[in-house]
C-alpha cells in the first residue's frame, strides 16, 4: 500500500463443523457477531468438513467430536494433512480424557466442552488462529 494506509486487518477464518443445526446456527450467530472472525463454511458431517477445509483452508475449524462419517478424529486427521495450516478446536459434549486424548492425537490442538462460555470458545478460537500458535 502506498502512503503508510493500511485496511482493516485480515478477519480470522473459522470452519464450523457439527451435525446439530442448532449447535452450527449458534456458533455462527456468535462468530459472526465479532469483527475480527469469518464463517468461511458450514459442514454438517466429517465428510462435509474434511471438503470444506481442504476447499477453504481456514485458520482454524471448529469440529464436533462425534459426527456421521467418523467423527471429529478422522475430520482431525484428515484436515491435518490437506489443510496443514488449519488448527483444530475440538468441541464435545464429552469431557472424558479418552475423548480429549484421542482428538490430540488426531491433531486437535484444543478441546473445549459445549456449554463453555462464549468467551472461552472465542478466546480459543482467536488463539489458536494467530500465526505461529502452538
Known amino acids: ?26 456458533l455462527c450467530e456468535m ?6 472472525l469469518e464463517v468461511v463454511a458450514v459442514a454438517r458431517d466429517t465428510d462435509e468438513a474434511i471438503a470444506l477445509a481442504e476447499r477453504h483452508t481456514p485458520a482454524v475449524a471448529v469440529l464436533d467430536v462425534r459426527m456421521p462419517g467418523g467423527g471429529g478424529a478422522r475430520a482431525a486427521r484428515e484436515i491435518g494433512s490437506r489443510s496443514p495450516g488449519t488448527r483444530i ?26 456449554g463453555a462460555p462464549n468467551a472461552e470458545i472465542l478466546a480459543a478460537v482467536r488463539r489458536l488462529g494467530r500465526p505461529g500458535a502452538r
Open 89 to 114: 478446536l475440538a468441541f464435545s459434549a464429552y469431557g472424558n480424557a479418552g475423548t480429549a486424548d484421542e482428538m490430540r492425537r488426531a491433531g486437535a490442538a484444543g478441546y473445549l466442552l459445549k
Open 1 to 26: 500500500m502506498t502512503g503508510g494506509a493500511e485496511g482493516p486487518p485480515a478477519r480470522l477464518s473459522v470452519l464450523v463443523c457439527d451435525d446439530d443445526p442448532m449447535i452450527r446456527h449458534a
Open 31 to 36: 462468530f459472526g457477531e465479532e469483527p475480527d
